[in-house]
């Protein structure tokens, strides 16, 4: 639910700002969870527009975590992303799902962010020859094995880390 806290407060406010989100919301005034997480945190990246490009290595052959609001005219396939900002009143979710106003259309957004060019590509089809300004590696209890740890230290012999 972070999306309803990006889209209806974040991008609100100048770019400068936008790297303090709050932490701690008043659950009355925010009753589902607004805040950043493991799950979103990517997308409070690009809402402070520190990201121009985002390639997305999934575990199978198509990305099935992936919020098609965030993505420009609503569709994955479009494979850019582009952060919509919408009167927070316009934005929620409930058991049938997340607004209304916003999947039907008929709430437009009061400004569009800049594009970001998004590729999602399985891992067996990876590979990269160029100089990457950035890697994440995430370890994400909620969304991971905890077997997948095993990997971390393979993993960061490929990495330049900056400690």
């Known amino acids: 639910m972070g999306w309803c806290y ?50 997305y290595v999934t575990l199978t052959e198509r990305a099935e975590d992936l919020f098609q609001y965030h993505f420009k005219d609503n569709d994955i396939s479009s494979n850019y992303l582009q952060l919509k900002k919408y009167r927070r009143e316009l934005l929620g979710h409930s058991e049938s799902g997340y607004s209304f106003d916003i999947q039907n259309g008929k709430a ?10 998004f590729e999602a590509i399985p891992f067996s089809e990876y590979n990269n020859s160029s100089d990457v300004s950035l890697i994440d590696l995430s370890i994400s209890p909620k969304y991971t094995p905890k077997d997948s740890d095993k990997l971390i230290p393979i993993i960061e012999k490929y990495i330049q880390l900056d400690r």
């Open 108 to 117: 437009a957004p009061l400004d569009l962010e800049p594009l970001v060019r």
């Open 6 to 55: 990006i889209c209806g407060d974040i991008l609100h406010r100048p770019i400068n700002q936008r790297m303090y989100p709050e932490i701690g919301l008043d659950r009355l005034t925010y009753p589902d969870i607004y805040e950043m997480t493991e799950g979103n945190y990517l997308a409070f990246a690009v809402a402070c527009r520190w990201i121009n490009k985002i390639t």
